[in-house]
């Protein structure tokens, strides 16, 4: 239903920021909670931010809370993560994701992935 392609990652030294997006295609986006999730070397993938349907509702994991922002433009399709003050243990692949359910940190519930872009931290 949905196809997901995530980009703006790239190296950057501690304290640095990037933002990620992730471009969907199809017509129902909006009908789509979003999320982002991270995988670091030797690690199992972690929920970092999700969004609701219209916006107005986010969430955060305890780690990235304060310095990460996930926002959306349902008019263009996309989703981004805005992460600031990046530190060393952030380097992961950050991939995006859409649940057709509810906002939500069960990787399990998320039904569609993007191939995920490499943010790497260095110190």
């Known amino acids: 239903q949905v196809q997901l392609v995530e980009s703006g990652g790239g190296s950057v030294q501690a304290g640095g920021s990037l933002r990620l997006s992730c471009a969907a295609s199809g017509r129902t986006f909006s009908t789509y909670y979003m999320g982002w999730f991270r995988q670091a070397p030797g690690k199992e993938r972690e929920f970092v931010a999700g969004?609701?349907?219209?916006?107005?509702?986010?969430y955060y994991a305890d780690s990235v809370k304060g310095r990460f922002t996930i926002s959306r433009d349902n008019a263009n399709n996309t989703v981004y993560l805005h992460v600031n003050n990046l530190k060393p243990e952030d380097t992961a692949v950050y991939y995006c994701?859409?649940?057709?359910?509810?906002?939500?940190?069960?990787?399990?519930?998320?039904?569609?992935w993007g191939q995920g872009t490499q943010v790497t931290v260095s110190s």
């Open positions: 994701a859409a649940s057709i359910t509810r906002l939500t940190t069960r990787e399990e519930d998320y039904h569609y």
């Open positions: 969004i609701n349907r219209s916006g107005v509702s986010t």
